[in-house]
Each structure stands twice: as structure tokens, then as C-alpha cells.
């Protein structure tokens, strides 16, 4: 982790599920342990989201988005974060977004994997547009 406070997933669904035309922003969190069919860190549909300052690590998804999973979010901001040591079964082992205006700034990913394809930082076959700015991948 990277020494936050630490909201450990129980493996059975998301640490974090942002619902339909909800805002929300996470903020200076270790988020691990989480899993679900889709997104085991972070499930973001239909939503705005910001992570900012966050390690997302060991968590996994039984389709796509094993740490960040973004599906036809208004915006998904993540922020000088980390995101590794995650897994999705098909696709986007660290970040999934598809139909999402995706926005990731100064983040690291590493050692994410998938089953299929996109095992690092995102996969996003129907996304509108995803800005990369300051990231190692």
C-alpha cells in the first residue's frame, strides 16, 4: 500500500460502487481486496468519479476492470495514484473504461493482468476519448 488509511474489499464485491448520477471523489485511500463480475476496486457507471492520491492493489473482477472499472461514466479522473497487482478474467487488468471520458493524470501502473488482453493500464474498446498526462506505465 502506499501507508493510507486502507479499506480492505472482502473479495465478493467492489470496495467501491458509485450508483447512476452520483458525484463522488475518493481521496488519500489504500483500497484492496475488492472483487465482483465488474470492477473489484472501483465499480463507476453512469457517475462522476475523481481518485486522487489512492493505491489500488490486489483486487480483481470476473470480467473487466480488476482494479478501476468505468462504464458510461460522465468523467472518471484518477490522480496521482498507483494501481498495480490487479486482475480482471477478460480485459483491463488495471483500469476497464468503455463509453467513460476517461482522465488519468501523473499515476503509475504495473504488474496488472488480464486473462485476455489490456492486462496494464486500460482497455476501452468503446471509449470516447482517454487523456494520458505525466503516467508511467
Do not use: K
Amino acid at each position: 500500500g502506499c501507508g493510507h488509511p486502507v479499506l480492505q474489499g472482502t473479495g465478493g464485491a467492489p470496495v467501491f460502487r458509485v450508483e447512476p448520477e452520483c458525484e463522488v471523489t475518493v481521496r488519500s485511500l489504500d483500497v484492496t481486496g475488492g472483487g465482483g463480475f465488474w470492477g473489484g476496486g472501483f465499480h463507476v457507471e453512469v457517475a462522476t468519479a475523481l481518485i486522487d492520491d489512492c493505491c489500488i492493489y490486489t483486487n480483481s473482477a470476473q470480467q473487466n476492470g480488476g482494479g478501476i472499472w468505468g462504464s458510461d461514466a460522465v468523467s472518471l479522473t484518477i490522480r496521482n495514484s498507483e494501481v498495480y497487482d490487479n486482475h480482471a478474467e477478460m480485459y483491463g487488468g488495471g483500469i476497464y473504461c468503455a463509453g467513460s471520458v476517461c482522465t488519468i493524470e501523473s499515476c503509475s501502473f504495473r504488474t496488472n493482468t488480464a486473462g485476455r488482453a489490456g492486462g496494464g493500464p486500460v482497455r476501452r474498446p468503446r471509449g470516447r476519448w482517454c487523456a494520458w498526462r505525466g503516467d508511467g506505465s
